[in-house]
């Protein structure tokens, strides 16, 4: 596993500084793309690239189909207040037409990567005339990859595989020694308010990251509406992290007295420092109870909601 800097070594001031200083050199007299979904990573480096290149550096928010409800506008206007501008880049049909007829996890993730830098990337950085792309991969994104884990989709030249050649453009990654906890102290300290660097971390595959099986706008649909239960409903648990995981299996319920052969949603939520371990959080069975009522009442087709107490590892945070 890569060696990085944990967050008893991290000299913020220094840190934020170098990273600004690299960011300069790299990208020169030149302009740089980078891709904000709203997490602390991107958010993080957002600000990085900003205060390194101010208005060289084009923020864009793609809207791929499979983020959380209402994600385009909420990211958007915090950055805002922020006085970063982002694009919105509408990739909906992209995405969905690269994932049709895939269950297999990996290809999932492999498709949503082609998609992402050679697609919908390349057009942009063509159109716009940048020849760098900023983003947020960070220690534990190589680690997982590297180990065989799972294929993190912001992963590139840990694995032999240049960008340049790839997809045309070159990959900036200022936070590649890095994990979770230290990524928010630096976001933080440029300023993130505590709503973005607290926020609980999302993956890059995003929705489709928790659809196991085919993914379809129908199915991304179902795991959205359970997600935003899910994340009311444990936002004062302090845990890392939770999720709404839709199944591919369908099971038994019953419904106005008649079998209903439905849906299943798997919640998780989980204790950790930064995701290379974690513990599933013991929470209430009154509130177990109450998540899985209100799922089964506000989700169309859900007649099962189970909770996982598997611990990471052998589990992972993320289905796929």
Known sequence: MARGITLQELDVVSF??????????????????????GGVDSSTVTLLGHQALGNRLRTVFIENGLMREGEAEQVTGMFRELGVMVDVVDARDDFFAALSGISDPEEKREAVTQTFYRDVF????????ARYLLQGTILTDIDETIAGIKRQHNVFEQLGINPQDAFGYRIIEPLVELRKDGVRTVGKALGLPSELFD??????????????????????????????????????????????ILHEDRVTGMRDGKRDFGLQIEVRCWDS?????????????????????????????VVSVTYNIAPKPPSTIEAI
Do not use: W
């Open 16 to 37: 934020i500084a170098e990273k600004v200083k690299h960011i300069r050199e790299t990208v020169g007299e030149g302009i740089a793309i980078n891709a904000l979904s």
């Open 273 to 301: 420092v930064d995701a290379r371990v974690a513990e599933p959080t013991q929470l209430s069975f009154d509130v177990l109870k109450k998540l899985a009522r209100e799922i089964i009442h506000a989700v169309p087709g």
């Open 122 to 129: 390349g057009r942009i950085v063509k159109e716009s005339g």
């Open 199 to 244: 926020r609980i971390p999302f993956p890059g595959p995003a929705l489709a990251a928790r659809v196991i099986g085919a993914v379809t706008r129908e199915r991304i649909e179902t795991v959205r509406k359970a997600t935003v239960i899910v994340e009311r409903m444990l936002r004062n648990t302090e845990a890392f992290q939770y999720l709404a």
